[in-house]
């Protein structure tokens, strides 16, 4: 009364459509409409098959659905690659060693007028510096530059890069520069009356630096033609806005790399 025995016959031996992922440049035919092309991408959940005429259609990913070398497949779409990894940068925009640890201080030094151009060359060049084992060390003013320099009796491997606001053709600053001559000192600098004017006002959030009349105090000048009582809390607010070298003026960039390049060259 049950008919035949439903265990009987080759029932475990069910046919099993293969699974094929619709990479492209894959040439199926699509088992309803007989549309032969290859796979050419996606569209609305659909592959995209175009033909040897130029001729696109989109077909829905269904089981069984296509025909790869005359045998049913199930087409599906490829899980995406994952994505590269995005490469690291430093502040200064140099590319990030991952997993190197700062060196032991070398003997060259970088020399910075002041502590604010000392922060700020940390906060851009730090990442790099301990990578190479250098020291930035703020002077208090270069007014004596010359005898620092023979105290501190640079050489081939214990050089010194001097970092110089303002320096330009005919300043006191030029003249200070021009007494150091030892090949083992190389001093560069910026045109900026300050460390503060070598970060660009738009990242502070102006639309330019204050024109200070000469004679007056520069920082304390700045100050109250942006209605902030203390040079301190316009420092704070300076160094807040910089977060690499975009921050900073191409002048500061450029002689800050020479002075890296300077140090760190290796003693012959």
């Not at 199930?74 to 190197?100: D, K, M």
């Amino acid at each position: 009364m049950y008919g035949e025995d439903v265990l009987s016959g080759n029932w475990r031996r069910r046919k099993v459509i293969p699974e094929v992922d619709a990479e492209p440049g894959l040439v199926v035919e699509d088992a309803g409409a007989g549309f032969c092309g290859a796979v050419v991408g996606f569209e609305y959940g659909a592959v995209v098959l175009e033909d040897r005429h130029g001729k696109r259609r989109n077909f829905p990913l269904e089981p069984a659905g296509f025909l790869l070398e005359g045998q049913l497949v199930t087409l599906r779409r490829p899980a995406a690659a994952p994505a590269a990894p995005r490469q690291q940068r430093t502040a200064s925009g140099s590319v990030a060693v991952a997993g190197v640890k700062a060196q032991v201080a070398k003997a060259s030094r970088i020399w910075v007028e002041g502590i604010h151009d000392a922060a700020l060359v940390e906060r851009i060049w730090g990442d790099d510096l301990r990578i190479e084992g250098v020291v930035v060390e703020p002077l208090d003013g270069i007014d004596d530059l010359a005898g620092a320099v023979r105290d501190f009796r640079p050489s081939r491997g214990r050089r010194v890069g001097v970092l110089v606001d303002h320096l330009v053709p005919g300043s006191k600053e030029s003249r200070i520069v021009a007494a150091v001559t030892d090949p083992n000192v190389l001093v560069t600098g910026h045109p900026y009356i300050d460390v503060w004017q070598a970060v660009k006002p738009a990242s502070v959030g102006l639309r330019a630096w204050p024109d200070i009349p000469r004679g007056q105090d520069w920082k304390e000048g700045v100050c109250r033609a942006v209605g902030i009582a203390e040079p301190y809390e316009m420092w704070r607010r300076i160094l807040a806005s910089v977060s690499s070298y975009k921050d900073v003026e191409t002048p500061l960039i450029n002689a800050m790399e020479r002075l890296i390049d300077f140090v760190t060259e290796p003693a012959e």
